[in-house]
């Protein structure tokens, strides 16, 4: 068999179990659309995954900052009765920390599809 073609079977085999894994680890949060996500915001616990200066540099009204970093230290302040609303800049961060928090018993975690990138909102700054 040529080189090229057993190369190219590889990286194509990668790239299956990539997005099967992506797959499965959306099993663990909903994402919901940002009209989604705004309608339960007052009744849940917000909470901002982004390192502490892109959170002062803009967030959502509400929020509370936990950076990834510091969420296994800092997860016990939040109720597993209340749900939890995660974003972070993308969505990625939200995937793995509701992981995390599924791990530890929480169940009702939802995220931000897209992430704040794709907020249209209103933004809370330090500056404002």
């Known amino acids: 068999m040529d080189t090229w073609l057993i190369i190219l079977i590889v990286l194509v085999v990668l790239i299956a179990l990539l997005l099967i894994n992506g797959l499965l ?6 994402a919901l659309p940002e009209d989604e996500f705004k309608q339960d915001m007052r009744k849940v616990q917000l ?3 982004r390192e502490k200066e892109k ?9 509370r900052n936990i950076p ?19 974003y972070d800049q993308t969505g990625r961060l939200s995937i793995r920390a509701a992981k995390m928090l599924k791990k530890k ?11 704040i990138s794709k907020w ?3 933004i809370k700054s330090k500056n404002k």
């Open 25 to 30: 680890n959306m099993r663990n949060v909903k």
């Open 68 to 86: 990834m970093m510091n969420l296994s230290i800092k997860m016990g302040s939040l109720r597993k009765d209340k749900p939890i609303y995660l």
């Open 55 to 63: 959170f002062e540099h803009g967030h959502i009204l509400g929020a």
């Open 105 to 115: 018993g929480y169940t009702d975690v939802y995220m931000l599809k897209n992430g």
């Open 47 to 49: 909470v901002d995954l």
């Open 120 to 122: 249209t909102g209103k």
